[in-house]
T-cell receptor
Framework: GESVGLHLPTLSVQEGDNSIINCAYS??????FIWYKQESGKGPQFIID?????DKRQGQRVTVLLNKTVKHLSLQIAATQPGDSAVYFC????????????FGSGTRLLVRP | ETGVTQTPRHLVMGMTNKKSLKCEQH?????MYWYKQSAKKPLELMFV???????ENNSVPSRFSPECPNSSHLFLHLHTLQPEDSALYLC??????????????FGSGTRLTVV
């Protein structure tokens, strides 16, 4: 499941620090957003979602922020751990095409011990 | 295991071969999807099936032929592929089309190499 060879933005953080991964989406009609985590050798795994009528949602150690004005989504990971090292994708479901999920290009998170 | 099982995990095929990828889900989901993930591009949607009916063909070449015999199984039939078709092929399912409420559940993928 790795994106080997794909040139991805990379975020390198120290273990224990907070991580912020950003995503710009394109369709102002999108009304549902999801963050996925993909570890090497695996398919993408659901982390957290948010609907367009919200601007913040919290999970366990993760928070998603949505700014519809600038079409920006962010994922915050608190107290980053080595197991958080992976590629992170944001995805959107456009309201005018509500049967499919469109993925962004991904960000690679590296956690330094 | 995520509940979505893909077989085989790895496949090497020649350009004149015919092979099939299989995806199976027992999550009771109503929608299933094929995605392609390659080194040059991020996740690309290929096909969407809702309640066994194909609702999306994202300009995929005819050498890829999907089949959805029931809501639990999805196949991708491959023939006369090109080396540039080498990629990770991911199957996913969702309770609702578009992945509302917990998004898609992905399988681990089939790593395809065309030689």
């Amino acid at each position: 499941g790795e994106s080997v060879g794909l040139h991805l933005p990379t975020l390198s953080v120290q273990e224990g620090d907070n991580s912020i991964i950003n995503c710009a989406y394109s369709n102002s009609a999108s009304d549902y957003f999801i963050w996925y985590k993909q570890e090497s050798g695996k398919g993408p795994q659901f982390i957290i979602d948010i609907r367009s009528n919200m601007d913040k949602r919290q999970g366990q150690r993760v928070t998603v922020l949505l700014n519809k004005t600038v079409k920006h989504l962010s994922l915050q990971i608190a107290a980053t751990q080595p197991g958080d090292s992976a590629v992170y994708f944001c995805a959107e479901t456009p309201m005018d095409s509500s049967y499919k999920l469109i993925f962004g290009s991904g960000t690679r998170l590296l956690v330094r011990p | 295991e995520t509940g979505v099982t893909q077989t085989p995990r790895h496949l090497v095929m020649g350009m004149t071969n015919k092979k099939s990828l299989k995806c199976e889900q027992h999550l009771g989901h109503n929608a299933m999807y094929w995605y392609k993930q390659s080194a040059k591009k991020p996740l690309e949607l290929m096909f969407v099936y809702n309640f066994k009916e194909q609702t999306e063909n994202n300009s995929v070449p005819s050498r890829f032929s999907p089949e959805c015999p029931n809501s639990s199984h999805l196949f991708l039939h491959l023939h006369t592929l090109q080396p540039e078709d080498s990629a990770l092929y991911l199957c996913a399912s969702s309770q609702e089309p578009g992945g509302y409420n917990y998004g898609y559940t992905f399988g681990s993928g089939t790593r395809l190499t065309v030689v």
